[in-house]
């Protein structure tokens, strides 16, 4: 494995008097000494065909199907959407760079690969709050739902969450510049990833070492919370509905959220708590990070299409129009 250091590839930039060594390329490194890990990214090539192909599914189901066109399948509009582009922002450049061994990457290109990739995954977090808002005003107030939770409310909220993290993101990448890199130029990572980036410098990165908590706090640790608020009043709402079978139907309209919430953060939550608290191996930390940026992209389209009867009844009718439409051309062909 190579070790490369900044000297290698260096931009020299002099400002007031202070040296910031510019690199010109970053080196990824990812797997240490595994062996056939080909076949890892070859299931990271299928994981991402199957991913375009559900989620360009849903987002046109969505978009043909009238009756969906509601506050809940805007949200659920949005995710599909933030899957597919999240997916697509790290996948082909990691098949990229390990398949065909181009591991050297641009620093400018480098810093484009990180907010991207970080942008994506932290939208697809707040997308399931605003997926549990939906659900919790559903259920524990359902007579107002239509009039809190209307297209127009649902559009702001999704607005403001796209350019607060568009506003984060931009924050934290544009802070690396502020840094010197004069060492090892080595990014332990299967990306760009922030944390291994900014450790690497050689000046002071306590800025950028508080914007990466803050980052941690927005994107996993306050979600989560809000998640959990959320269906601790769904429970107590649940408790006092007699009966059992508007509890298991209450039940099933959130089944489909619960298990997208839970693939998305208990890997992401292990593989963060474990980096903090322990000397997690490099190579459990990157298969972790890896798949919890991978998998539940490619399971939200799945989930949805096949747990949600409204989605299984839309793709029903839309087959049906179209196997009427097929047929009544196929008619106007013979009679000519």
Known sequence: MPRVNASTFT???VVLNITFFRPEKFYISGFYNIPYTQYFYVFLCFVYVMTVIGNVFLLSVICLVRTLHSPKYMIVFNLALTDLCGSTALIPKLL???LFERRYILYEACLSYMFFVMFFGSLQSWTLVCMAYDRFVAICFPLRYHSIVSKRSVAVILLFMWLALITLWSSTVGLLNRLSFCGSLEV?????????????ACNDNSINNIMAYAAFLLVLCIPIILIAITYACISIALSRIASTAERLKALKMCSSHIILAATFFIPLVITNVSAITSNLQPNTRIINSCLA???????????????TEEVLNAIKKLFRRNQIEFQNGKRKVLRR
């Open 293 to 307: 940026h991978t998998i539940p992209a490619l399971l939200n389209p799945i989930v949805y299409s096949f747990k």
């Open 96 to 98: 990229d760079t390990f």
């Open 188 to 200: 332990q990572s299967f990306y760009c990833d922030h944390g291994p980036i900014f450790r690497l």
């Open 11 to 13: 931009a020299i930039i």
